[in-house]
């Protein structure tokens, strides 16, 4: 090959390509960004900032199926649909509706948890490195319920495999939960306290960290669009992008939710979908003394939700919407969720300071796509990691570096092939 613009070339600068960029640089190579955006600034800027390290189970399961069409009759439910992109959502909505049988759960529960296990120590690699301490925090973060029976439903679907996996976890009663968030108002029933999770309280600012190392280090951001791939005598020299050609050994697409294209230039038909997503931004509450009234991320079950004390405010994050993602943001959907907001939280102000929208990239099987393209062996993927991609970022980047050094990466990557069947 001649002359390159980089030994690697990455495609997404979000908190997945920004983890593969930073990986590959520890293995000496020289890399590329190349996204039209700002590190960092897509989904991975707005997310609810819990490195989940505890959530084991698929997204979509039996369960889950059988509650959708509650979910949708509920107008501040955790579910809503754009019924005109019904029909060319609908070949996914069955994958992942045939992804809930009993081989195939297994299947995402054991793929989540081999990543999950090794999450933690990926991040604490990066925040050591990117001095981005002051951004981590370990207080884990609850599920709770307003409805005592609702939280006994949860309780006996989730803690079987909390246990299995050895994923650490307290279930609270009333008096227990108010001990530990006494903000919460005494209507909420109890709670999961998920005791080995941690927080980004700011999730944008850990990107900024992490592209700033990465520059410190010597890599280039790119501003430009990737169109395809650059192929020459049926191998991979680099990308063609909105402004030219560039060139380079090997390929990395982390382009989130909008990488299903790039897979396909790599003969990879991968069936992604955006599960978007919204948040509020709104005023810290505090105690008299100024301290803030939430300790913790709080999940609330009814409808679904989180709440997460940030660094700079109350941050809000709505349940999914399944839409095009190119579709405009309805933000009536996240701000329906302000007064229910309110019965968990009573401190809560519901001045909304900013709304956000983005696109959970998702595969129907709940799993991310990681590995090589047997094509084009030059070709990596790392994208659609769900509800899950600030948590299994970094951990991803630590395998597509190995995987790009010809090392062991230490797990079984048939699970997260792009070849694999999906449902
Ligand atoms: C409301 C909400 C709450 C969430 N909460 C959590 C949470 O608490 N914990 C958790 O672990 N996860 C959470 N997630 C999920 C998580 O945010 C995503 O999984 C993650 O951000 C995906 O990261 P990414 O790098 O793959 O994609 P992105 O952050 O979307 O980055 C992809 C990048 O690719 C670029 N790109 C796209 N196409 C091209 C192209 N053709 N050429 C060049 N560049 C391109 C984009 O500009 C973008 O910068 C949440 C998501 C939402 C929506």
């Not at 079987?160 to 001990?179: K, Q, S, T, Y």
């Not at 395809?228 to 390929?251: C, F, K, Q, S, Y």
């Not at 230039?265 to 991968?270: E, L, T």
């Not at 659609?384 to 995987?403: E, F, K, S, W, Y």
Request: glycine share 10%; net charge neutral; charged share 20%.
């Amino acid at each position: 090959m001649s002359a390159v613009d980089a030994d690697v070339l990455v495609v997404g600068a979000g908190i997945v390509g920004l983890s593969c960029a930073l990986f590959l640089q520890e293995d000496g190579l020289e890399v590329t960004l190349v996204d039209p955006a700002a590190p960092g600034s897509g989904t991975s800027s707005g997310n609810a900032g819990i490195i989940s390290v505890a959530s084991v189970m698929p997204i979509v399961t039996r369960e889950t199926l059988k509650a959708v069409p509650g979910m949708l009759a509920t107008p501040a439910g955790p579910l809503s649909l754009r019924w005109r992109y019904l029909p060319s959502l609908a070949p996914w909505l069955v994958r992942a509706a045939l992804a809930t049988r009993k081989a195939t759960v297994e299947r995402a529960m054991v793929g989540i948890q081999a990543l999950a296990s090794r999450a933690l120590r990926a991040h604490e690699v990066l925040v050591q490195r990117a001095g981005a301490g002051d951004l981590w925090h370990s207080k884990g973060w609850v599920k709770v319920s307003l409805d005592r029976a609702a939280l006994e439903r949860f309780l006996a679907s989730e803690t079987p495999a909390l246990e299995r996996f050895g994923v650490a976890h307290e279930v609270l009663d009333r008096g227990a939960l108010h001990d530990l968030e006494p903000g919460l108002s005494s209507e909420v029933a109890g709670g999961l306290w998920l005791t080995g999770n941690r927080e980004i309280s700011d999730p944008r600012a850990y990107s900024d960290r992490l592209a700033a190392l990465f520059f410190e280090r010597g890599g280039k951001h790119l501003r430009r669009q990737v169109r395809g791939l650059a192929i020459e005598g049926g191998e991979v020299t680099g990308l063609l992008t909105n402004d030219g050609t560039l060139r380079a050994r090997t390929v990395v697409i982390a382009a989130g939710a909008f990488s299903a294209d790039l897979a396909a230039a790599a003969g990879h038909r991968v069936p992604l979908e955006a599960e978007r997503g919204y948040h509020l931004m709104l005023p810290q509450p505090v105690d008299p003394d100024g301290r803030k009234l939430l300790g913790r991320p709080v999940y609330c079950m009814d409808p679904g939700f989180v709440l997460a004390p940030m660094d700079h405010g109350l941050r809000l994050t709505s349940g999914v919407e399944l839409a095009s993602t190119e579709a405009a943001p309805d933000f009536a959907i996240p701000r329906r969720l302000l007064p229910i907001a309110r019965r968990y939280l009573p401190g809560l102000e519901e001045r909304v300071v900013s709304e956000w929208q983005g696109c959970r990239p998702s595969l129907p099987d709940s799993l991310p796509v990681i590995g090589k393209s047997r094509r084009h062996p030059n070709v990596h993927f790392a994208f659609g990691h769900q509800h899950l991609g600030l948590t299994l970022g970094p951990v991803t980047g630590r395998i597509v570096a190995d995987l790009v050094a010809g090392r062991d990466p230490g797990l079984d990557l048939t699970l997260y092939a792009p070849d694999r069947r999906f449902w």
